[in-house]
């Protein structure tokens, strides 16, 4: 039984890690950390885990959870997992950061889009990025697991093959992104309220998002040189889901079956890439609740443009369920462990 | 492996069906029914199923049914389980109804309140009403079970302990019930279009919705006569989701300790009722995709009543997980095999 | 030209006053007052005032308010305009209080239901209850008005004609209330976070809603002696509304003709009070941004009760467009200036 | 008095000139036209319109319409204003069309998008585009005025100033615009049933959305030539609102003071659209119920794109208050009249 401790349990997405351990059978959560709610009842914060849950919140004491447990999932704010990590704790134990600590690879880069100077850079290196249908091999013998941004998942994932298969200009690609409340956080702030959220769409961060950078930095390692985009994010009246329309110029002469055979290439072995049938578009709600993200695209002949589409649930692919799926990989499980549950509609 | 059919699929029930014998390890879909969608691939009325499902839809043939399975559910309108059953079918094969049609013992009173006439009125003696947690020791045996309503089986459970405790005057019950729209069925009517329910609140079927004698006839059973209450049902702008919020007077002397140690006296044992602590009101997000239950109640001093509440996610409890866990009790697994995902949140 | 200042005008109901009073012909908003957002543009809180209101927000300076206006509207928190209000303002100016420090006559009942003590209690007995159809006699020449509560309105005025008439048992009235979220208030809380209320309901308050005392206050002096109910507020997942589903028992032969024509004494000639067709429910859909609530009842020949329902939006009827209407009244303007305008749907 | 009929006044656009047309001040409705509802009385289908509309509905009668009113407006499925409208009709009244019949002067286009022929060509020349800040002196003495569709009226407002002042390359554009349900329309349809659309966020009609040739025509004769974008329309789970995204590459040494000059120079004179303070992003909320439509920018340095963005009430400045703003042009009314309503929040 692998032992799996939880800074930030108190979150959308440390519940999320919660909620999707508690199916997994080769896994016990030891470790409720929450740095607001300590000496709480973890259902007092969550009701959905009254009787299920019976553990009290704790602080985040690393020494202590290094001999406890197997691994640490970190779902916290930037800066704190590299404020705690170190190499007598990576000796004990593995780390699986749901922050973007450890996701950029040029740290300049990160201190200029985070705003925040990095605490221990010396790990970046070492640090593998847990995208896994791209980096399933590299996650296999890693201590310290970056999972990727929501956004970033939806974004790669539904552009990797056009890139990777060089198929599109990769200096044309702009992603349209819309994502459901869930993905702001539980922070008490005017603006996440529901009579602020509901009935009303909008943009923000727009060309200053922080995930940017990061999938400016995984196009660019598919395409074999640097790409620059623009993403746009906005805020969906919803608790769950990402949707990514992303749009880019086709090269010369790729028609509609040159592209699907390259969707197909990656992904038509992956469990939870799902390539819909011609025509059809991701809708969130298919995803809702599971590990699996839908892509498609559609060419469009009078522009020469393709637009590429994905769609998951941010709080499982997007963050736990992914980081899970890294966690089975890093300890030799079978990768969909835990993970099989169908999405839930309506 | 358990083999099962699933006549009426294509609705939020049949489908919810679906969705938890998918993650029951004993049982096997084989036949996948819905009138509209003949010849159509699951996954294309569902995309949430796309390869996860890859049957394809057929029809309501009983005989070949009775051949094939071992239970069969029928997520139908009132009326179809009835025309359908026989002795010979039911000597075949078990049978889970999910409409009323063997739900009220008394024909007069299904065929006042239904407005149309019971089809095999031989066999409502034989039929089990399915509130598990009541009835646990009648399921166990049973050919045909009638899988109580939604509305109902979070309104029964609410009060039973009251009732059969006679810790209330049973002539001062009125039960007031709020759900989500999956309630309401996927049929393409106007008052169901987002436009219609979003941002609004109404009452519906005001004095006349035909859980009603349904919820009598069980609290009467309890209670060890008669009983007619007031049930107000309300249409909420949220998927899914039922709470009752019912009122009562409570009999003299009666203080909070007697009322909780009745609820504990039914519930503690039971593993997906769960009594909150006190003053925790139930929340449908608490339940949210899962089978539990929550209730609670609250005595108000000054007026002598006691409110009585209670919150399960209508898909599941309210229809689709009971009948699973009618299905398990009929054919000896454990009760709660199949079932015990934790609530989805948010 | 009236002018008019607003104390708390960036909460949802001082906001909602000052959306109401910029459609009113015969009123100049000279005053935004908001504690929170002092010296920011009025436009920079609320993104819909932008190019319509260019006031910066000021201050409750009350002795600089009154000088410079003729009547000030106090939407703020209990105990704030009881503790501002003084013999010197109220003869230079009239005051429409929204909160409740002036509704509840009796004040043990006012401290007890709101736990702090009343800072001007002398002031009481002038300050005159503006449920507009009930009292507007009174409210003409009044210096300090309450105005009521949102659920209060509703609540009262669906049972009034019944309890005024003496039609039902008083003793059996239950209200169960169902709001939307903006009566919660603007404050960043974690309970009223769009994913903490979106696809959730639950009732709060259970037995100790600060509104109870104030519907049983009225409805006592309605009937002509005092009145005990219970009232239970739920929380909706939708921005605006209140509905109400009243329960009471019918007294002996009274029958639907005559309630109906108690309704329709008193609410026939009232503008903004509609009783239905009958069999027709109220729905707060048809009465969102508007001042209408729309009232009907049914009658439960089986048990012998009728179902009182209301709805209304708390925003309008149920906070500003009330006090618009009451300061109507006060200066002598038609009634209904300023609010005409038809229910905005969907 | 200008007297209206309404031919489709029972869908949601329909619906929305009523309600608009209520608060103006120099028309009356003295024909409520609806096919699917004829005898009916106008409140029984809109309850909000209960003892303020007491019209019954009538058919489609154009010769006898032709007699009683002024003006009419269709707002009806494409082909039927085509299919009524002939000389005789034009020279006794002047005709609104909210439909698409009259939108693309280029017939063949039409066709080929809409897929149907088209029933009068011989007036599409003599139609006026009603886009009111851009063709108002066309509008004036116009017979015909087709209304321009609701995602056309948002992307042109977004863009026109960049496109007319040839600040980007014209054949970068890329529209991503999200809608609120209502534009859907009111038929009984599953994808538009609440539990499908809540919680959920799709693209359709992706490549192939009528609006496209209406925006690629109107932002043709802006720049002088034609112009071919790519437009994806998005399903958002609101009521109201349309926002949109829309992406360009900037020309050379254009910075941000000289996009702000081009948006001031056509908008600031303009009492419906907002061009908002630098980094404010257009939300939805902040201009429902209203005839707003709120326009800003942003540019980005690293990729050279401009990003426009635009947020309008689809049924208001989108159709039914666009509609009412060129009756206002058309009859010489001041163009603001009835529609200075403040929009509606929360």
Known sequence: MIKAGIIGSTGYAGQEIV????????????????????????????????????????GENMDELAEKVDVIFTATPQGL?????????????????????????????????????????????????????????????????????????????????????????????????????????????IPNLFCEVNESIKAYGVTTHRHTPEIEEQLGYAYGSPIMINFTPH??????????????????????????????KYYANERFVRVLDKDVCPETRWVEGSNYVDVNFKIDERTGRIIAMGALDNLVKGAAGQAVQNMNIMFGLPEEEGLLMAPVFP
Not at 114 to 139: M, Q, T, W
Not at 158 to 164: N, R, T
Not at 172 to 179: C, E, G, H, L, Q
């Open 81 to 189: 997992c590299s404020s705690l990590v170190n190499e007598d704790i990576l000796s004990k134990v593995k780390i699986i950061d749901l922050s973007a600590d450890f996701r950029i690879k040029d740290v300049a880069t990160y201190e200029k889009w985070y705003k925040i100077e990095h605490k221990s850079p010396e790990f970046i290196d070492e640090a593998v990025y847990g995208l896994c249908e791209i980096n399933r091999d590299k996650v296999k013998g890693c201590r310290l697991l970056a999972n990727p941004g929501c956004y970033t998942t939806c974004s790669i994932l539904s552009l990797y093959p056009l890139v990777k298969e060089k198929l599109i200009d990769p200096n044309t690609i702009i992603v349209d992104a819309k994502s459901g409340t869930s993905g702001a956080g539980r922070g008490a702030k």
């Open 19 to 58: 909620r999707i351990l508690l199916g997994h059978k080769d896994v016990e959560i030891v470790w409720y950390g929450s740095r607001s709610f300590i000496d709480k009842k973890y259902y007092e914060v969550f009701g959905n885990m009254f009787q299920i849950v019976d553990a009290t919140c704790l």
């Open 235 to 264: 805020l969906v009246p919803m608790n769950r889901g990402i949707l990514v329309t992303a749009y880019a110029s086709l090269k010369e002469k790729v028609d509609y079956d040159t592209v699907r055979a390259a969707y197909d």
